[in-house]
């Protein structure tokens, strides 16, 4: 069954979730040391909480082995690196940055894959390629971890709902070109079903009032048209949500709820 997590205080959510990140870290990484840890994080609200638990939060950004990760996107937007809409970019000001304030970390990694940004805004053909060529990319043996946000409308990577997004959700290739995001900016790259399927760990985090809607209809109403709620049908033994009271508040099913 699909795990819930919820927390009434931004912070104590920040620190489970990056626990949880620390453990799947150490999993991956195993007893010996000598393992690597894939993950892909997403943009919008998450790298917030990233920079909380990973950066801020003294005694966990402790337990965090930089140079054993190699970090991926879950979707980036079709822009500049240093676009502000861009999701690395967010991530770099977020958590890259402070971190070469914190000793050596830096120098010792972790390895970032990001987008062609040379291909950028050159047209169809190359937003092909730019999908193509993050694909080319992906740990053949999947992720240890995928860090999911979820949108207001249930959209989560650049996989969003309605009848003209479907062309993404039954792609077999493992990255896809999404050229008409509702979200601004319209192109972006997504992981796609597969991917997720492969994953060893998913999390999503979803904080705040705008979510309480869309979780009533992905938790209550079971709404497989919407993709984070296809994603808890297709795969309850590895999905864990990291919620706030408030986002929560209007689900009437609570029996996923359960402590960590
Ligand atoms: O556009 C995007 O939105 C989602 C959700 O963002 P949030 O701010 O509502 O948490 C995000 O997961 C995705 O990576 C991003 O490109």
Request: charged residues 20%.
């Amino acid at each position: 069954m699909v795990k819930v997590y919820k927390y009434s205080e931004k912070q104590e959510l920040a620190r489970k979730v990056g626990e949880f990140i620390v453990e799947c870290q150490d999993r991956a990484i195993g007893e010996d040391g000598n393992g690597t840890f894939a993950v892909a994080i997403s943009g919008g609200s998450l790298v917030n909480v990233l920079r909380a638990s990973l950066v801020d939060d003294d005694e966990l950004s402790a337990k965090v082995k930089w140079s054993k990760w190699q970090v991926y996107f879950c979707d980036e937007r079709l822009v500049p690196l240093d676009d502000p809409q861009s999701n690395y970019g967010a991530f770099k000001t977020a958590v890259l940055d402070p971190l070469s304030h914190h000793g050596d970390h830096l120098n010792l990694g972790p390895t970032v894959y990001t987008i062609n940004e040379a291909l950028v805004h050159q047209g169809s053909h190359q937003n092909e390629k730019i999908a193509e060529e993050y694909a080319s990319l992906l740990p053949p043996t999947g992720f240890d971890l995928l860090l999911l946000g979820c949108g207001p409308d249930g959209h989560t990577c650049s996989l969003f709902p309605g009848e003209t997004h479907k062309y993404l959700l039954s792609e077999t290739r493992t990255v896809a070109w999404c050229h008409d995001s509702p979200k601004p900016p319209s192109d972006r790259i997504t992981f796609t079903l597969p991917v997720i399927a492969q994953a060893r760990n998913i999390a999503f985090v979803a904080e705040g009032s705008s979510k309480q809607q869309i979780m009533h209809e992905i938790f209550d109403q079971k709404n497989v048209s919407l993709p984070t709620a296809l994603i808890n049908a297709s795969h309850p033994e590895k999905v864990h949500w990291f919620v706030d009271n408030e986002a929560f508040s209007k689900v009437h099913d609570q029996s996923t709820v359960t402590n960590r």
